[in-house]
C-alpha cells in the first residue's frame, strides 16, 4: 500500500501553487499528483515522501488534509500495459474510484496509484495475475 | 373605486375611531393575554389609562421576540377553538412566527386586502393571477381572498414554472398580476424573449406588489418589460399585523395608504425608542385595531419609514407611508421570504464537518436573488472522495431549505479563509442596488 495525501483545495487561481509551496518549503519530495475538474471545490491528491510530515505542514498552513491509502502496480512502459492491469481489475469485479500516475521515475517503470473500495480483493486479483504491485518503501 | 368609506373619513372621525378601539383594544388584552397583562403592569399601565390617542404611548413594545418567547400561540386571545385560519412566517430562529385569524378577523383582513386592491385599479372586471408562493405564508391567500372579494376572478398560480404562468397570463387573458416585483420583472423579461409584447399579445394592465420593497427604478424597468399600460402599485404588510392589507399605494403613486380604522402607525427612533414627529424617518411601529385572535399592540415592525398625513389626490384621507427606506435589524427579504441571519447560524452550527464561521452573499441574477452562504470545511474524512463534499453540500442546502423555505447556494471553502471579527461581526453582504 501507499499513502496519499488529500487536500481540499477551491477552484482558484493559485490554490494548487499554495499546497506546493508549502510541501517546497517543507522539503518535501511530490512522486504524484492529480485532480479533476469540478466547478467550485476540488480534492487535490497527492504521492509525496513522507505523507505524515506532508500531512503535518499542510495543516499547520491551515489546509484540511487526509492521509489515506491507495495501491501501487508497477507496469512494463509498452504498449497495452494498462489496458491489461484494469482488465484483470475488471475481470475481479474491482470497482477503481479513481487513478492516477507517478511523474516520470529516472531509469524506473513507470507506476499508476489508484484507489478502490476492496482493496483485498484487488491486491487478489493483480497478484494472481502476476502484476507487480509497489509498496512506499519502493519508491 | 374606494372600497370603504372609513378611507375618506376626516381626521378627527378616524381619530375618534382609533381611540375607541384603541381603549377596547387595552383592555381587552389585559384581561385576556398574560404576556401583555405582565408588561402592562411593569410599566404601570392600566387599561383605564389610555384616555386619549397620546396614551398609547404609555403602551409597552411587543417584539418579534415575544412570538419566539411564547411559541406557538401564547401571544393569542381567544380558545382555540375559536381559530379558523393559521399563517406563519419566519423566525429569527428554527420556529416559525405563528399567526392566527378568527372567522371575524379573516373577514376583516380580507376587506382591509379588498381595499388594497381597489387602491391599485384592481375591480370586479379583473382576472387576477397570483404568483406568490401559497402555503403558511400570508401573501398568497391574502390577496387571493382580498381579490375575490371585489368580484374579480382569481387563478391560485403559486410561484415559479415560467412557462405555465406565461400560458395562463395569456390563454387565460389575465389582467392583474400578484407577485413580488423582481419576480415581476423575470416574468416580463421571459415573456419578452419568447416573443411575446404584453402590450399587444396580452390584456395585462395591472400588478400588484408585495412581499418585499419596489424601488423607482424598478417601476421604470416594469414599464420596460409589461409596457406603459401596467399600472404597478406595491402594498404593505406582514403576517403578525394580519398578512398585506396594512396599506397599498394609490395610482397617485405617493406613498402607501394606511387602512388607520384598523392601524395606528407610530415612528420610532430605533435606538431611544422615542416617537418622532410626522415626516422624520424611523422604524414603523404598529397598534393592530379590533384583531379578536392576535391583538398586537405597538408592533416593531423593524422597518423603516416615514409618515405623510396631508390628503390625497386620490380622495383618501388616510395617513400614507413612504416606500421602505431598510430595515432596523439584520433582517434579508429574499424572494419576497424573510430571512433572519440567525436562522442561517443556527443551521449551519448543527453541522459538525463546517467550522462556526459562515459569510452571506446576496446578489440579483437575472432579476432574481440569489443567496450565496460561505462555509468553512473543517472535516478531513469528507476528503475520501468528492462524492462526501458534495453529500455534505447537498446536506447543508437542504437543511436551510427546511429551515428558510429558500434555495441557497453554498460554497465550501478551506478553514480561516472567512474573515475573523472582533466586534460585531459583518457576515452579509447584499450587493442589490435598488433592488435591481
Not at chain 2, 67 to 73: G, I, L, M, N
Amino acid at each position: 500500500m501507499i499513502r496519499q495525501i488529500s487536500v481540499f483545495v477551491e477552484n482558484q487561481p493559485g490554490s494548487m501553487m499554495k499546497v506546493t509551496t508549502v510541501l517546497t518549503e517543507a522539503h518535501i519530495n511530490i512522486r504524484a499528483i492529480s485532480t479533476f475538474d469540478t466547478p467550485e471545490f476540488g480534492i487535490m491528491r497527492l504521492v509525496v515522501d513522507e505523507p505524515a510530515r506532508a500531512k503535518e505542514s499542510l495543516t499547520q498552513n491551515g489546509f484540511v488534509t487526509r492521509v489515506s491509502d491507495v495501491m501501487g502496480v508497477e507496469l512494463k512502459d509498452e504498449k497495452g500495459n494498462l489496458n491489461e492491469m484494469l482488465k484483470i481489475l475488471a475481470d475481479g469485479q474491482i470497482n477503481v474510484n479513481y487513478i492516477y500516475s507517478f511523474v516520470i521515475r529516472a531509469g524506473k517503470a513507470p507506476v499508476m496509484v489508484f484507489h478502490t473500495d476492496d482493496f483485498e480483493k484487488a491486491e487478489q486479483v493483480l497478484t494472481d495475475a502476476d502484476v507487480k504491485l509497489v509498496e512506499e518503501e519502493e519508491l | 373605486m374606494i372600497w370603504a368609506k372609513e378611507e375618506t373619513l376626516p381626521r378627527s372621525e378616524i381619530e375618534a375611531i382609533q381611540l375607541a378601539k384603541l381603549k377596547d383594544t387595552a383592555r381587552y388584552i389585559y384581561d385576556r393575554v398574560k404576556p401583555y397583562r405582565d408588561k402592562m403592569d411593569a410599566a404601570g399601565v392600566k387599561p383605564e389609562d389610555i384616555r386619549t390617542l397620546e396614551d398609547l404611548r404609555r403602551m409597552p413594545f411587543t417584539y418579534k421576540a415575544d412570538f419566539k418567547d411564547h411559541y406557538p400561540d401564547g401571544l393569542f386571545a381567544v380558545d382555540k377553538k375559536e381559530i379558523v385560519r393559521y399563517h406563519a412566517s419566519s423566525g429569527t430562529t428554527g420556529k416559525p412566527t405563528v399567526v392566527g385569524y378568527t372567522r371575524n378577523d379573516l373577514d376583516m383582513w380580507l376587506n382591509n386586502v379588498a381595499r388594497i386592491a381597489c387602491m391599485g385599479g384592481a375591480s370586479a372586471d379583473d382576472v387576477a393571477q397570483i404568483s406568490f408562493g401559497y402555503g403558511t405564508f400570508t401573501g398568497a391567500l391574502g390577496l387571493h381572498g382580498g381579490l375575490e372579494k371585489i368580484g374579480a376572478s382569481v387563478i391560485p398560480m403559486s410561484s415559479g414554472n415560467t412557462n405555465k404562468q406565461i400560458m395562463f397570463l395569456k390563454d387565460m387573458g389575465v389582467t392583474l398580476l400578484v407577485a413580488t416585483p423582481s419576480y415581476a420583472l423575470h416574468l416580463g423579461e421571459e415573456i419578452r424573449n419568447r416573443g411575446i409584447d404584453p402590450t399587444k399579445d396580452l390584456k395585462i394592465h395591472i400588478g400588484l406588489f408585495g412581499g418585499e420593497g419596489m424601488t423607482e427604478p424598478m417601476r421604470d424597468e416594469m414599464h420596460r418589460a409589461w409596457g406603459d399600460q401596467f399600472v404597478c402599485t406595491q402594498n404593505y404588510g406582514m403576517s403578525e399585523l394580519c398578512g398585506p392589507g396594512v396599506a397599498g399605494e394609490c395610482t397617485q403613486l405617493c406613498g402607501m395608504h394606511i387602512n388607520e380604522d384598523w392601524f395606528i402607525p407610530e415612528i420610532i427612533d430605533p435606538e431611544t425608542e422615542e416617537v418622532l414627529p410626522p415626516g422624520e424617518l424611523g422604524e414603523l411601529v404598529v397598534t393592530c385595531l379590533g384583531k379578536e385572535a392576535l391583538p398586537l399592540v405597538r408592533y416593531r415592525t423593524g422597518d423603516l419609514t416615514r409618515l405623510m398625513y396631508e390628503s390625497c389626490k386620490c380622495g383618501r384621507t388616510t395617513c400614507r407611508m413612504e416606500n421602505l427606506s431598510g430595515r432596523a435589524d439584520d433582517m434579508l427579504v429574499i424572494r419576497g421570504v424573510n430571512v433572519f441571519p440567525t436562522q442561517i447560524e443556527e443551521v449551519l452550527l448543527k453541522i459538525d464537518e463546517i467550522g462556526p464561521h459562515y459569510e452571506i452573499l446576496v446578489e440579483r441574477k437575472n432579476r432574481l436573488d440569489v443567496m450565496t452562504i460561505t462555509v468553512e470545511l473543517i472535516d478531513d474524512r469528507l476528503l475520501d472522495s468528492y462524492a462526501k463534499l458534495s453529500e455534505l453540500e447537498g446536506r447543508i442546502k437542504s437543511a436551510l431549505k427546511s429551515q428558510l423555505g429558500l434555495a441557497t447556494q453554498i460554497r465550501l471553502v478551506a478553514p480561516n479563509s472567512l474573515k475573523r471579527f472582533e466586534g460585531k461581526a459583518k457576515r452579509v453582504t447584499d450587493l442589490r442596488k435598488d433592488g435591481l
